[in-house]
């Protein structure tokens, strides 16, 4: 069974996917991570970002895997990299072209065939494009000035105001809204669960219900 957990930046996605996976045993995979690793690659190879074939080729190239809650690139890992200034400038344009997700979506499901086909799953496009046929699909959510509040307590944030944390959520949540390819929105079938104030704990527990009737 995938358990499919999509929502934008800030909402509790990865901590929430994480810790169902735990309740369950199972593995989880982060998404996003995989599209900021391609980013990597594609910065590495000097490809402009907007350039779809430049960066395709450096992607295509490019070994991801991600284990252990740890995204890798060519067998090293890189999670300080994957969150740096340049890669969040940078992943948006990256994931926008359709031939680069085409590719990278590829690689997510043979991921989880690896695995049975059993694994919670948490992006963007996983209940829509990815996994449409998923068991359980929830899309979190959180009032914009809380996930700000709460990514600036992340590494990457560590020299920026609660604000413009805010601000560029609020650039990459339209970005990505309004692709032609895998925009981020709630699949028609998804539970919405607003975290702004539960804990980690209690969003857990609802999912688990789901998964339970499932």
Do not use: C
């Not at 895997?65 to 890798?72: L, T």
């Not at 049975?116 to 959510?141: L, Q, S």
């Not at 990459?172 to 704990?201: E, K, N």
Request: glycine share 8%.
């Amino acid at each position: 069974m995938v358990i499919a957990i999509d929502g934008p930046g800030g909402a509790g996605k990865t901590t929430v996917a994480m810790a169902v996976a735990h309740s369950l045993g199972w593995e989880h995979l982060d998404t996003g991570a995989t599209y900021r690793a391609a980013t990597i690659a594609a910065l590495r190879a000097g490809a402009d970002p907007l350039d779809a074939e430049a960066v395709l080729r450096a992607v295509a190239r490019a070994h991801i895997q991600y284990r252990d809650g740890v995204i890798y690139l060519d067998g090293k890992p890189v999670p300080a990299e994957a969150r740096s200034e340049e890669v969040n400038d940078a992943v948006s344009a990256v994931s926008a072209h359709a031939a680069v997700r085409k590719h990278i979506v590829a690689e997510q499901r043979a991921w989880v065939a690896k695995r049975g086909g059993d694994a919670v799953v948490e992006g963007r496009d996983i209940g829509t494009v990815v996994f449409p046929d998923a068991r359980v699909k929830v899309f979190v959510t959180a009032l914009p000035d809380i996930r700000a509040a709460r990514r600036a307590g992340d590494s990457e944030a560590t020299h920026k105001h609660v604000s413009e944390i805010e601000a560029d959520l609020r650039r990459r949540d339209h970005i990505d809204s309004t692709r032609d390819a895998s925009p981020l929105r709630r699949a028609d079938d998804a539970v919405v669960i607003d975290t702004s104030y539960l804990g980690v704990a209690e969003v857990t527990r609802q999912i688990l219900v789901l998964v339970d009737s499932a």
